[in-house]
Structure formats: structure tokens, C-alpha cells
């Protein structure tokens, strides 16, 4: 492998935090069952996205969606709750995302040691592909606009929630990670504080080379079939282009990739840098500062470590107030740990729980 293959494949497992769990998986730590937990009730239920009709892709347009209600939640007709909606990471569903934070148990465990009660909402934006970006695209459907609209109406609209933005928080894992910094800085008049967990994608993608053998893989893609036996980098690279550089006049997959016939396609990568949160972070400032609170956390062991620090740092340089926590891990071994006893803490402290709250 020439070296600018080598960086380009790098920067494509970073990108998604995968230059430890490539080598070997990573099991996710679980916290200790509290005692006296209380049980919270778990809803599967489907949301119809009007923002993801018509997509070019296929991809459904009601999607699958898992609501855990708090203990008090069935008996107390009366009471509202805040929202947190937790948005997963690339290659897996909401479904997998209950595994890798341990929900309902440390939902349950969050609220036994303390924590006041809320609603947790977990969507599934798995894709053709394995995972839609949170972005804006005609070939994947508009998730952002799915997230950030059809699925916070539906809720709001179906359960006992604060229909306002200080009682909405929002958090993501990886390339949820990305999610919530993208929808974030993007719609602070709907979510009031914002948790980002060990973001991928952060920085623009360098230029280089993919192997001979991948980008001919790529461009045999057909089918939804052929794309699910393809390797994860290779998967993830339609996956972002399908987000990021959709092109309705080029089927089958309607997507336009970064390299074609070994030359790099500086348009497309253009594309890609416009979908950079820290390429596009400087138009946002305002937003941001709408926030009540903004967390970022990351693994020491976790590829993402860097960019998720320059983040950090960028918020930092506009006097923007927020906490970044660099723990002990890897891109994956703590998240139970820290949904239970770090995002929902946090949470717990900086949504309104109380109808005055502005």
C-alpha cells in the first residue's frame, strides 16, 4: 500500500473511530445493577418521516423507534417530562444501541441515584448503506430535518412531554457523535443543551488514494445486497457520500464518490468538506450560544481524541461555556458507563423540569 493510500485509510477509520476496534472488539463495560431501580416502560413504535420521503435510496420513511418512559410515567396522568433523544453510531440501529448503552438498565440506574425522571428516545437512522449522516441528502432523505422536526413534533404530540427547546436535550455516540453537533449547531431553537460523545467526522477529509481493488468493489455496486457485502470502510464510504455528495443523475446508488478512476475528484471532496462540523462551526456561533450547557467526552485510547479536543478548543475561542472530558478508554468500552453516569447526570442538571423555565 502506497502512503497515500495508507493516510487515506486511516483517515477513514479515524473518521468513524475505529483505529482500535478495527484490530480487535472492544466489549462495553456495564455498570452494577442499582438497587431499588424502578423499571421503566419501553415503547417500540414507528415515526413517518416527511422529511425522508422520496429518497432516492429506498431507505424507509417510517422508522423504527424505541421510547423509554420513566417508572412514575404511567401512574402520574398529570406530569410532563423533558426529553433526551440519543442518537447511535454508524453500522448499527436503535436496536443495537440499547445493547451498547445497557438501556433500559442504566436509564433506571441513572434515576435511583438521583437523577429526575425524563423520556429517552432512541431513533433508528440506519440506512441502505448502515448509516444516514444525520445529514441532508435527496439519495439517503433528509435525516436531520427527521430528527430535528417529524420525530420531536411526533413525540411531543404522542406523549406527556415540555414541548420546549430548555427541556429537550440532545446526545450522540460516534457518528451520532456527529449527529449532535451537526443538528446542534444547527437547530438550537429546538434543543436546549447538547451532549456529544466521541464524534467522528469532525474534520474535513484529506486527498488521497483508495486501493485498486476497493474502489473497483465500490463501483460494482448495484443493489442494497451488493452494498451489504462489502467491508465496513468500504461500506462507510458510500454511506458518507450517499450523505454528503448525492447526485440524483447518477444511478444506480445516486451518490458520487471521491475517487474515480484512480484520480481524486476535488468537487466531491469539496462536498465532504462543506459536511465538516469544524469546517462550519464559525456560521453557527450564535446558535451555540443559545445553549444552556455543552459536554463533549471522548476515550484516551480513542482515535477521535484530537478532533473532538479541536472542538473543544473552537468553542472555547468564542467564550462558549463547555466541559470536555477526556476518560479512560476506547472508542467504545465506557459508553454504558458514561450514558448512565455522565449524560444523564448532566441532564438531569441542566434541563427545565418545571414549565417557567426560559
Known sequence: MTKTK???????????????????QVQ??????VPGAKPATVEHIKVHGTALEGNL??????????VFLPPSYAKQKSRRYPV????????????????????PQTIEGAFAQGAKEMIVVLPDSKTVHNGAMYSSSVTTGDFETFIARDLVAYIDAHYRTMPNRTSRGLVG???GGYGAARIGMKHADVFGSLYIMSPCCLSPRPAGSLKAEDEKALEAVKTAEDSAKLGFFQRAQL????????????????????????????????????????????????????????AIDVGDQDGLRIDAGKLHDVLDTYGIANSFDVYPGTHTSRVADRFQNHVLKFFNENLCFQGSCQ
Open 173 to 175: 455516540h460516534s457518528m
Open 28 to 33: 462495553t463495560e456495564v455498570p452494577a445493577v
Open 57 to 66: 435510496e429506498g431507505d424507509a420513511v417510517d422508522r423504527d423507534v424505541i
Open 84 to 103: 433526551v433523544y440519543a442518537l447511535h453510531g454508524y453500522s448499527i440501529g436503535a436496536e443495537q444501541w440499547t445493547h451498547e448503552i445497557h438501556v
Open 6 to 24: 495508507l493516510l487515506w485509510a486511516l483517515a477513514l477509520a479515524t473518521a468513524f473511530g475505529l483505529t482500535h476496534r478495527a484490530v480487535a
Open 239 to 294: 454511506a458518507t457520500a450517499a450523505a454528503w455528495s448525492p447526485n440524483p443523475k447518477n444511478p444506480p446508488l445516486y451518490l458520487d464518490l471521491p475517487m474515480k478512476d484512480g484520480a481524486v475528484q476535488p468537487d466531491v471532496l469539496a462536498k465532504w468538506t462543506a459536511n465538516a462540523p469544524l469546517a462550519f462551526i464559525d456560521q453557527y456561533i450564535g446558535n451555540l450560544r443559545r445553549y444552556r450547557a455543552i
